[in-house]
């Protein structure tokens, strides 16, 4: 699932190829009965009205709130796409083409912008057509996505926003609102602290298992048995660390463009280049990379969740109270 670096990229992205471009028109293939009477784009009926209420409208601006993109829009309306599991924001020349009585888009043959054709950009469910004759469409292979439409003024009243915890790269997220949030939930293991958007938002799987790894805390430690601050400066071990490792490792997930270890591409069909410089996520069984460690990488579930993790330098603090 793409994790605030992702969406930040994408956000970035739209920031800059689409201001003030007006929407022509929308075409979607998602329809799911099973989300009949839903208030999003999978519900057909819904979609008549998402594309009545969206087309002629002016592209203003995006934010990202979590891992949520917010796009308003001139007619002030917004729209929130939340990218899920395999979605990603394409921008680009598109044709719809016709297979079998089935409609289908492809990218342009003659487009100059060959990232386009990567099979991971073409599950295309849904397409924003542009007045500058150019499309973008959202590549979701697994249909998880979640698209909607509100009005402006109603847009962080939404339970997807509203009920969101501090961004986790917001300037006032403070060390210690950092351990007052986490601190909620004192003996639920780390990873799944982490994890959980009302204490924090913008984090996943793959941020958690690296900014652990570079904190040197095992992903089962509960965070009220984690020292607030290292006994050593020169150590690591404590939520301090975790702190600052935290925003270091999705600042580097910003500066590589994000990561593509599975689908994620960026608003050009660009990989980007963080799944290049993992130390723990998808490194079961290999040495740890921490420099004089010698531990092994591990893998474990915790909470229905993968962890990666050090078996050497990575402490585990546990309390003896019950999860």
Known sequence: MPELPEVQTTVDGLNLRLKNLTITDIWSSYNSASH???????????????????????????????KNILIDLSNQHTVLIHMKMTGHLLYGSYNLHKDGGKEIWRPDKNAANEAL????????RLVFSLSDGKQLAFSDMRKFAKVFVVPTSEKYTLPDIAELGPDALAKNFTFEKFCE?????????????????????GIGNIYSDEML????????????????????????????????EMRIVLERGLHFGGDSESDYRNIDGVPGEFQNKHHAYRHTGEVCAKRGCGGIIQRLKIGGRSAHFCSKHQTRFTSNKKK
């Open 117 to 124: 054709h990567d099979p991971f950009n073409q599950h295309l």
């Open 213 to 244: 790894w570079a904190a040197g805390i095992h992903p089962l430690s509960t965070p009220a048995a984690i020292p607030k601050n290292s006994a050593n400066q020169s150590m690591n071990h404590s939520l301090k660390s975790l702190y600052k």
């Open 181 to 201: 949030q986490i601190l909620k939930r004192p003996n639920t293991a780390i990873k799944q602290v982490l994890l959980d958007q009302s204490l924090m938002s």
């Open 36 to 66: 009949a009477g839903k208030d999003n784009i999978k519900n057909v009926l819904y979609f008549k009205n998402f594309r009545a209420v969206v087309s002629g409208a002016k592209f203003l601006k995006a934010e990202r709130r979590g």
